[in-house]
């Protein structure tokens, strides 16, 4: 059996892991730490109780609000249980595979811009708490693959998305809404005229796994995981009403847009998922129950 460590194994993306994971590789046997990644002392007994043959850190604050609201918890969470993590990975002589769920928000673009689309060459500029939260994190996973034996894989992620993520999240926010509304119900949104790049946690399930089954590894390597392609906002919105059978109205509330919101943002990376799904295919794996 492979051992694993998995931090943050409640979260939207750590569920949905780790039940693909025990579903398509049964050889993989999870220690899910669900306690303080705050807390050192309750972290090392946990992380001493075996030899680890992978760590997936995913625990963290999320949700760029959250970030903002309470600063000094996200950084607590994000920064400080991160380097409280690599101490105790660099004391252990862990010589394995870390995975580390960092974000897009890292990049730097122009919010002026009527469309952009971020690459390997976009400038790293994180500008809020979240983004800056974790690239910290990310500079002292580089720092311990330089003087340890661990290897160390940087997940920057795009807009992953499903029916089980939290509803401060636009897709989930809406399915939400359509799941309560009864006929001749409103739902109200921000601006749907836009396109935004959407991938999905079937997709990313695959990737781990594949990142983990793999004999190719570097020290350090950073990978950008996004779609590789737009979706637009309005199209996915009326899909999903049509999804529910129900005769519903869409009010765009100006209370919920953003300042300042660019038209279209893509992630084109060699590393996009590039699935090439149409919109009704990607509707049905929004909704599906069962990603493994």
Not at 123 to 148: G, Q
Not at 206 to 215: D, I, P, Q, T
Not at 268 to 276: A, G
Request: aromatic residues 12%.
């Amino acid at each position: 059996m492979k051992k694993v460590f998995f931090t943050g194994p409640n979260g939207f993306m750590g569920t949905k892991l780790i039940r693909f994971m025990k579903v398509n590789r049964p050889d993989y046997e999870f220690h899910e730490y669900t306690g303080s990644i705050e807390n050192l002392s309750e972290l090392r007994e946990a992380f001493s109780k075996n030899i680890w043959d992978f760590v997936i850190h995913f625990a963290a604050i999320s949700h760029v609000s959250d970030c903002e609201n309470d600063p000094q918890k996200a950084f607590q969470v994000n920064t400080l249980g991160s380097v409280h993590l690599a101490h105790l990975i660099a004391d252990s002589g862990f010589s394995g595979l870390l995975i580390f769920a960092s974000t897009s928000f890292i990049f730097e673009y122009n919010s002026a811009s009527e469309k952009i689309e971020i690459t390997e060459a976009s400038k790293e500029r994180p500008k809020n708490v979240y983004s800056r939260s974790k690239h910290f994190a990310e500079v002292v996973f580089k720092a311990l693959s330089e003087y340890t034996n661990c290897s160390v894989c940087v997940l920057r992620l795009f807009n992953h998305t499903h029916i089980s993520q939290s509803p401060k999240f636009f897709l989930p926010s809406v399915y939400q809404q359509i799941l309560k509304a009864k006929d001749g119900d409103e739902i109200r949104v921000g601006n749907l005229d836009i396109e935004r790049d959407f991938s999905l946690i079937s997709d990313f399930n695959r990737f781990v796994m594949n990142a983990l089954e793999s004999k190719r590894r570097l020290k350090f390597e950073i990978v950008n995981l996004s779609s590789g392609r737009v979706r637009n906002l309005r199209v996915l919105v009326v899909k999903l009403i049509q999804r529910s059978g129900k005769n519903l109205k869409i009010v765009q509330d100006s209370a919920l847009f953003r300042s300042n919101d660019p038209r279209s943002i893509l992630g084109k990376f060699k590393t996009s998922y590039n699935n090439n799904l149409s919109d009704d295919q990607f509707i049905d794996e929004f909704i599906k129950d069962d990603v493994v």
